[in-house]
């Protein structure tokens, strides 16, 4: 009986092991699956490798393809950008707009167009103008920027001047649409904007604010900044560079009434001078009617003598230069001789050689055939702008640099001589060598605006590069 019993409890623990051996059967694929699941096979961290470097190799082209389309040496910005907005926009007054918010969008994104030819800022470009050792001598004129809207982008784009407006004291439309006709054959253009202008308030508002954004990133107060205390120009809020401000009176205002002349002149200067390095008077805008009568020497040294006292009681260290920027067609010797005399008589530091030109003869060099639609946007009323006006804008210079010089000799004869008169110059420049002889001819600053709208916004960089190479 317990010989029994006990083969009856090893028939029932023999039953129980075997159980225990089968669910060891599938351990090698529960065991394969949990190896994966918890690690990385070689096969896998080369593709993690490849995955990083693709990731890299599109995060730097990305980088690349940046620093390229916001170099103004890049391709596109001459050879394609001005003759698609000429393409997509036959008015040239829109092409205008789209082109200046366009680079207001962009700087806000910080995605402009900018000068990253570091080899430019150089000795051989640098040039001492009213105290200030500029970065170089190239300028952007007014009317690229007229409300004051982007001069930090137009700064970007290398030029050691920038000039924004003109302003007019009161807001106003200026004259009725179309304004603005190209004549590409010349790389011309023809304007009668008429100085629309959002009034000297909108822009003194847009000028305090920017400094007052200046300030608080340096932790400074506006005060600080407009009495030097930043070691920059209160103007450009930038080392080596200036900011002018062109002002001129409002359209309804009659030019035979003299002190209504002057307040409009001395409003604009009163609002606006804080936030500028130079004051630019406007009397040579011809889509002004009656505007080119004040270079005439009696009205004209009584308005700059105005000008020249409300800046002296700006509020900061020291005041803003004051320029008085003339016609190209009033070159006649007793005209200019009555202009000079109007700036020394009147404190003014310097002036600006020239404008758009009402002349139309001399204008289209010999062997150019113009368009039927070209000669008609020629013919129409306004200032003529483009390459033709380059040799009378290098005579001008010529000429003022000799009369300024004269004078100023001859008025100081038995006292101490005074600062020499600064000219600025513009009107037809396109290159390097242009801009040289204009410099050597006696002007400071050589100033682009036409030139950039069909050479892009590397005009200014291209530009100081062939002067650079010329040194």
């Not at 920027?145 to 302003?167: H, N, Q, S, T, Y």
């Not at 000799?409 to 513009?426: C, D, L, M, R």
Request: contains cysteine; glycine residues 10%.
């Amino acid at each position: 009986m317990s010989t029994a019993l006990l083969r009856s409890r090893s028939a029932v623990s023999g039953t129980r092991a075997a159980p225990s051996v089968r669910p060891a059967l599938p351990r090698s694929p529960i065991v394969q699956r949990r190896h994966n699941s918890s690690s990385s096979s070689p096969g896998d961290g080369a593709t993690q490798i490849k995955y990083a470097l693709y990731g890299t190799a599109v995060a730097g082209g990305l980088y690349a393809s940046y620093l390229y389309a916001t170099d103004t040496r890049a391709f596109f910005h001459r050879w394609i950008v001005p003759p698609v907005l000429r393409y997509v926009f036959p008015d040239a007054e829109e092409a205008h707009h789209v082109g200046t918010r366009a680079l207001k969008v962009l700087h806000d994104l910080n995605l402009h167009p900018r000068e990253r030819d570091t080899t430019l800022n150089c000795p051989e470009l640098s040039v001492s103008v009213f105290g200030t050792d500029l970065q170089n001598p190239i300028g952007i004129s007014a009317g690229l920027d007229k409300d004051a809207e982007i001069p930090d982008a137009l700064f970007e784009l290398g030029a050691g001047v920038v000039e924004v407006g003109g302003c007019t004291p009161f807001p106003q439309v200026g004259n009725p649409k179309p304004r603005v006709f190209r004549v590409p054959k010349l790389d011309g253009m023809v304007n009668r904007y008429g100085l629309n202008s959002r009034g000297a308030d909108d822009m003194a508002i847009r000028l305090r604010d920017r400094l007052r954004r200046y300030a608080r990133s340096l932790g400074l107060t506006e005060s600080d900044v407009l009495n030097g205390e930043a070691n920059v120009p209160p103007g450009s809020l930038r080392s080596g560079r200036l900011l002018a401000v062109q002002i001129a009176k409002n359209k309804e205002t009659n030019e035979k009434d003299e002190k209504a002349v002057a307040q409009d002149y001395v409003y604009c200067v009163s609002r606006l001078a804080r936030y500028a390095d130079v004051i630019v008077v406007n009397v040579s805008s011809p889509n002004t009617p009656g505007l080119r009568e004040l270079q005439a020497t009696g009205p004209l040294t009584r308005l700059l003598s105005a000008v020249v006292e409300e800046a002296a009681k700006t509020d900061r260290k020291n005041r803003p230069k004051v320029m008085v920027k003339v016609s190209p067609d009033e070159d006649e010797d007793t005209q200019l001789e009555g202009i000079v005399q109007a700036v020394h008589e009147s404190g003014v530091d310097g002036v600006i050689v020239g404008n758009t030109t009402k002349r139309r003869t001399g204008v289209i060099p010999q062997g150019i055939k113009l368009t039927a639609q070209e000669n008609v946007n020629f013919q129409e009323t306004g200032g003529y702008s483009g390459p033709a006006m380059y040799s009378r804008t290098l005579d001008l210079v010529g000429r003022y640099r000799k009369m300024l010089d004269n004078y100023s000799f001859e008025a100081n004869k038995s006292a101490a001589p005074g600062a020499q008169k600064v000219i600025f110059a513009t009107g037809g420049i396109t290159n390097g060598e242009e801009a040289k002889k204009i410099l050597n001819a006696g002007a400071s600053v050589a100033m682009v605006y036409t030139g950039m709208t069909y050479g892009g916004a590397g005009t200014v960089t291209r530009i100081k590069r062939e002067i650079k190479n010329q040194s």
